[in-house]
Structure formats: C-alpha cells, structure tokens
C-alpha cells in the first residue's frame, strides 16, 4: 500500500510561471514531510520540509503547503526556472522512523 | 561534499554472484539508509541502520542483507545476484534533524 502517492508523473511548465507540484499521503501518524529535487546520475538533494504544525512554509522561490484535513501537501516554485528542471520527490515520516518516499514528478521547465 | 560516498559507482555483474556495495560516512551520523531507485516505483527502503550491529529492514529487503561493524560504514550485499535486482542505490545518512544526506549512487546492472 502506498502511503506516498504522487500522481502526476510529470509536468512542464514555462520560465517564469509557477509550477505546482502535488503529493498525498495516507498515514495520519505522518508528522514530518520532505520534499528532494534530484538531477540525473545525482543523489536526491534536500529542498524543503514542513512539519505537522503548520501549514506553510516558505524558502525564497519555494513554498510548501500542508492541508492534513485533506493528506496533502504541494510544492509551489515561483518563479520556474530551466535549472529546476528535475524530478522532484514527497517524502514523510513520524518519528525517528524510515523516510517513504513518492514516486516523483519529472519538472520541465520550458525556456 | 556531504561527507558520504558510495563504492564503486557503476558496477556489472553476472546472475548468481554476491555482490557488495559500501556505503561510507565521516559525519559520525547515527543512522544510515539503503534505498534502490526504479522507474515507477521512486526511492524503495531496503535496510536502514540505527547504530553499530543494529539493523532492521525496509519494504523491498528480500534477497538482500546488511552489516555495520563500524559507525562509518554500511555494507549492502547481494548475496546472489538477480536481474531483478538491477537498479540505482542511493545511501542515505541523517543526524540530529530530520534531513536525509544522499550519496551519488552506484548503478548497478545484474545481466
């Protein structure tokens, strides 16, 4: 069963727009969640997290939103930029315990 | 970099033989993570490791083992190589907060 879902497997959006990337989650215990960006033939690298008590949480282009009514979170970059083209995954946990993680989204941004 | 790096990076390798991927850290991070990367699937939990000799395993562990002797090391070892086996691992390593660091990854391909 997967507690991670991210159903878009990919999206392309123009330079300068935003790109909205979503993810949702089954497990209610989850009270961390992660979002990793990698590039190919790369290690994923950490981008943003946010943690249960809140609901947004904002990195210079990069803001996340949690709504734990709905189990979900998304990624907003603004504005999209070539460089972030890349796939992008959902991760969460409780705890101390073992990161799951989505199946990612392709980003393309189109210049 | 991160202070973690993963041996060898590419490696090909015959139906039937073990095969050893090491995974070595100089953060002195307590734990320390196996994920395979497929296509459709995302990031998979092998094992994970939570101290010296401790251990315990992840979604997909089946036809695969662990040890960590030392803080520094985690050894992931494919005691007899499958097809299905053939993928990307990353390893992961975290502290005291909840990111995850990702090495680079060795691709693996069982022929």
């Known amino acids: 069963d997967q507690q991670v879902k991210q159903n878009s497997p990919s999206l392309s959006v123009q330079e300068g727009r935003i790109s909205i990337l979503n993810c949702d989650y089954t497990?209610?215990?989850?009270?961390?969640f992660l979002w990793y960006k990698k590039y190919p033939a790369e290690g994923p690298t950490f981008l943003i997290s946010i943690s249960s008590i809140k609901d947004k949480n904002e990195d210079g282009r990069f803001t996340v939103f949690l709504n734990k009514s709905a189990k979900h979170l998304s990624l907003h970059i603004v504005p999209s930029q070539p460089g972030d083209s890349a796939v992008y995954f959902c991760a969460s946990n409780s705890g101390n315990t073992p990161l799951v993680f989505g199946k990612g989204t392709r980003l393309s941004v189109i210049a | 970099d991160a202070g973690i790096t993963q041996s060898p990076r590419h490696k090909v390798t015959e139906t039937g033989t073990p095969v050893t991927l090491r995974c070595h850290q100089t953060?002195?991070?307590?734990?320390m993570y196996w994920y395979r990367q497929d296509p459709g699937h995302g990031l998979r939990l092998i094992h994970y490791s939570y101290g010296v000799k401790d251990t315990d395993k992840g979604e997909v562990s089946d036809g695969y083992s662990v040890s960590r002797s030392k803080t520094e090391d985690f050894l992931l070892t494919l005691e007899s190589a499958t097809s299905s086996q053939t993928s990307v691992y990353f390893c992961?390593?975290?502290?005291?907060?909840?990111?995850?660091?990702f090495g680079s990854g060795t691709r693996l391909t069982v022929v």
């Open positions: 992961a390593i975290s502290g005291q907060d909840y990111g995850y660091t």
């Open positions: 497990n209610s215990m989850f009270d961390y």
């Open positions: 953060e002195n991070h307590r734990y």
